[in-house]
């Protein structure tokens, strides 16, 4: 698998296996998925939708099979109390916001077992700016004590809250991880500006919110080209555009097609050809 480097020089993969809402299973497909040839995990701290705990089980199983945890990236999140469900959650309501964020990510290095993360997620936003400030020098704190690797943000889709985080604060942002989808016009000025500070973007909902891609005709002769899936091209359309495509897939049919995407390279005509599907 090949690699994007970050503003921290931390290498993060050029796809990574998302974790969401695969309850019970989730240890089978994080196993799965390593053995396949993924090298990057993304889970989050919020038992509502991820089941960080067995993330930590699938992850444990390869590793006692001679997997290397330093070949492996792996980012978690921390997610505030509007994400959460209250009646099963890493922190108390009522602890302050430092100590809500202390506790989820002792909860994810537990959840994990490991005693170090690649990159430390704020989930969403956090207003008014004085605590979204507040929250990033906790998470900061981490990287200063040599537990993580890097921070970024998600759900961020205003370019003016991310330029002001990134003046604020002393460790900036190298991950921005959003949903892309026509609403948001694709982050289009988010992405360039991502570029610019070395900030890798990652995208999730590629596939669910882009149906018309993959059954775009162009797109279907491009498969048939480099005799690869529809999905498989649009992820390496993707990565030519500079995009870490997040993939929840559950099938190890989907996992070993998508893997494939080093294989080839779209031509530069390909790319803008696509790109006009993104309008
Ligand atoms: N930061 C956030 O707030 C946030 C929000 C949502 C998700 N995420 C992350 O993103 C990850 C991916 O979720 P997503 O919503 O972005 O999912 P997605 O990749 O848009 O869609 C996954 C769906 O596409 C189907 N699919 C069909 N062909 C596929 C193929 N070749 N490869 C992969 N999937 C294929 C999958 O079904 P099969 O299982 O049958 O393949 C699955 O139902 C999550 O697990 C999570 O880690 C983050």
């Known amino acids: 698998m090949s690699y994007f480097l970050s503003n921290q020089n931390i290498k993060i993969p050029n796809m990574i296996y998302g974790t969401a809402w695969k309850k019970e ?7 799965e998925a390593l053995k396949s040839g993924f090298k990057g995990i993304d889970t989050a701290c919020q038992p509502k939708h991820y089941q960080e705990n067995l993330v930590g089980v699938g992850l444990k199983k390869a ?3 001679g997997l290397k945890r330093e070949d492996i990236y792996l980012q978690t999140k921390f997610t505030p109390i509007d994400g959460q469900d209250k009646s ?3 922190y108390f309501q009522n602890d302050t916001l430092e100590l809500q964020i202390q506790k989820s990510f002792a909860k994810s290095k537990k959840n994990l077992n490991v005693d170090y993360i690649d990159t ?5 936003p956090i207003f ?3 605590k979204l400030l507040r929250a990033w020098d906790v998470m900061s704190s981490f990287y200063k004590n040599k537990e993580i690797g890097q921070l970024g943000i998600s759900n961020c889709y205003d370019l003016d809250v991310l330029e002001y ?4 604060v002393e460790l900036k942002p190298s991950v921005v991880q959003n949903r892309f989808y026509a609403q948001s016009s694709y982050d289009q000025e988010i992405r360039v500006w991502c570029k610019q500070k070395g900030i890798i973007y990652e995208s999730f909902w590629s596939l669910t919110a882009n149906p018309h891609v ?5 797109v279907k002769h491009l498969s048939s080209k480099y005799k690869k899936s529809t999905a498989a091209i649009f992820y390496k359309f993707l990565n030519q555009i500079g995009i870490v495509p ?3 897939t559950t099938s190890k049919l989907h996992m070993d097609e998508d893997l494939l995407i080093d294989e080839f390279e779209l031509e530069k005509i390909e790319v803008e050809n696509i790109n006009f599907l993104l309008k």
């Open 165 to 168: 985080l990134y003046k604020k």
């Open 120 to 124: 430390y997620i704020l989930h969403s």
């Open 63 to 65: 590793l006692d099979e």
């Open 246 to 248: 997040l993939n929840g």
């Open 214 to 218: 993959l059954t775009n005709e162009f």
């Open 128 to 130: 008014p700016a004085s």
């Open 25 to 31: 299973q989730t240890a089978d497909f994080v196993y």
């Open 88 to 90: 099963n959650m890493p």
